[in-house]
């Protein structure tokens, strides 16, 4: 029996540029008076495999997986792909760009958008006259 190529139907798209697929996070994004929460799901990839950059308000995702190999091994067939994950979003005047921060564990990305102090919901006392 000869395997056959396999249609892919899942979210990865092949660029010219990079070698492999790339992939589009599936991300959670939650929000708190104080903060923005982005919670980006990338299997594989490490503190040392991701890059986070700012520019003109637009946060870029980068997240770099290499393929694992077995040596003394020959791949017959899979139906798995490993590949790199990117993503952008266009971040608000109202996020404190300085004091972004972000973490990583086991594949999944936690970055923290901090709101400025003008954003954030005030509440105005109401006296008697």
Do not use: C
């Not at 589009?24 to 986070?52: C, F, H, Q, S």
Request: proline share 4%; charged share 35%; no cysteine.
């Amino acid at each position: 029996m000869k395997n056959k190529e396999l249609e892919r139907t899942d979210t990865a798209k092949k660029e010219r540029s990079a070698s492999g697929y790339v992939f589009t996070p599936r991300v959670d994004i939650w929000e708190t008076e104080d903060n923005i929460y982005l919670i980006a799901e990338m299997p594989g990839v490490d503190e040392k495999g991701v890059d986070i950059n700012l520019e003109n308000n637009t946060l870029k995702i980068i997240g770099r997986v290499e393929p694992e190999e077995f040596e003394g091994y020959e791949k017959v067939y899979s139906e798995y792909s490993t590949g790199h994950y990117e993503r952008t979003f266009t971040i608000s005047q109202e996020i404190d760009t300085d004091n972004i921060k972000a973490t990583i564990k086991q594949g999944v990305l936690k970055i923290v958008l901090p709101k400025k102090e003008s954003a954030k919901p005030k509440r105005i006392e109401v006296k008697a006259e």
